[in-house]
């Protein structure tokens, strides 16, 4: 990803010098739960290091992790009401976004473009 994403930068620049980049922080959908969310953390943890380590006058960040793991908000498809260790759906760990976590994502790139 470090390497990578200067490249993506370097590409998008070649195409469009004037574009205006906003990246999101990444997400844990699975903050709450206890093995997959830490072993989660830690990998979201050093991606979104990266991504404010490299911010410039490159691109703007959508700050959106604070929110998303926060148990109020309820951002992503993830249910882990649903879940318990004899039976679960598999569906109860879609980790995308839900129409409330879209919401958040789109009020965060706007904040970040009127800084």
């Known amino acids: 990803y470090k390497q990578s994403w200067d490249s993506i930068l370097e590409q998008i620049k070649a195409i469009n010098p004037n574009a205006t ?13 206890e093995e997959l969310g830490g072993i989660s953390e830690y990998y979201i943890k050093q991606l979104n290091d990266i991504l404010h380590d490299k911010n410039n006058t490159a691109y703007y960040i959508a700050n959106i992790y604070e929110v998303f793991n926060n148990p109020e908000e309820k951002c992503t498809n993830v249910n882990t009401d649903s879940l318990n260790y004899n039976r679960f759906n598999i569906s109860s ?3 995308h976004p ?6 958040i994502i789109a009020e965060k790139i706007i904040e970040s473009l009127q800084k």
């Open 98 to 103: 839900n129409a409330h976590g879209h919401k």
């Open 21 to 33: 980049i906003v990246a999101t922080e990444f997400y844990n959908p699975y903050y709450n739960l």
């Open 93 to 95: 760990f879609d980790p």
